[in-house]
């Protein structure tokens, strides 16, 4: 069963990267138009400041509302549901960024790619750990552990460069820290 869980983590990171990487080679607006459960940061954010789930668990996990609850303070846009405990936005206008629960996951069972560099990173009452180049070569992701068994991920993707990429990650993973399950 873990297996089949890794090999899930792997896949959503490598089709985001790909949805990302297929939507920086389209003259306009980097992220195609969607319908449905597409929300606008604007005026939601004050509305959307909801405490983290009780306990541990991310059986409840909201990842849209993570990312409702700081569009204001990080100018987040196109903030789109994409899978089960799963959302996406964008970031700075050209950075897609992913976060996504594993209820089932520890940051240790996290596949880096092949290029992969895992280095911690400092969160206030998290542990965490910082991935370069998870799925592409200007990809970058913050894993952070929830329990010994469960993390949520915050996964990026520039078209510049992996500096953009990473601080994206940092940055939108350092704002949902303190609202996460402790």
Request: aromatic letters at 4%; hydrophobic letters at 40%; a negative charge.
């Amino acid at each position: 069963m873990t297996t089949n869980l890794v090999a899930r983590s792997v896949l959503a990171v490598a089709v985001f990267g790909a949805v990302l990487a297929g939507c920086s080679n389209t003259p306009g607006s980097p992220v195609p138009e969607t319908t449905g459960a597409t929300t606008s940061a604007a005026g939601d954010a004050g509305s959307t400041t909801t405490s983290a789930p009780a306990g541990d668990s991310l059986a409840d996990f909201d990842a849209c509302g993570q990312l409702e609850g700081v569009a204001s303070e990080l100018g987040l846009t196109a903030i789109t549901e994409d899978g089960v405990r799963q959302c996406k936005a964008r970031y700075a206008g050209t950075v897609g960024v992913l976060v996504k629960a594993f209820p089932e996951l520890s940051i240790e069972e996290y596949v880096p790619g092949a290029n992969s560099q895992i280095t911690d990173f400092p969160m206030e009452s998290h542990k965490a750990k910082r991935v370069t180049a998870p799925a592409s070569s200007s990809s970058c992701a913050v894993t952070i552990e929830i329990t010994s068994s469960s993390r949520v991920d915050v996964v990026s993707s520039a078209r510049a460069s992996l500096d953009e990429a990473c601080d994206a990650a940092a940055k939108v993973a350092t704002a949902i820290e303190p609202r996460l399950p402790k």
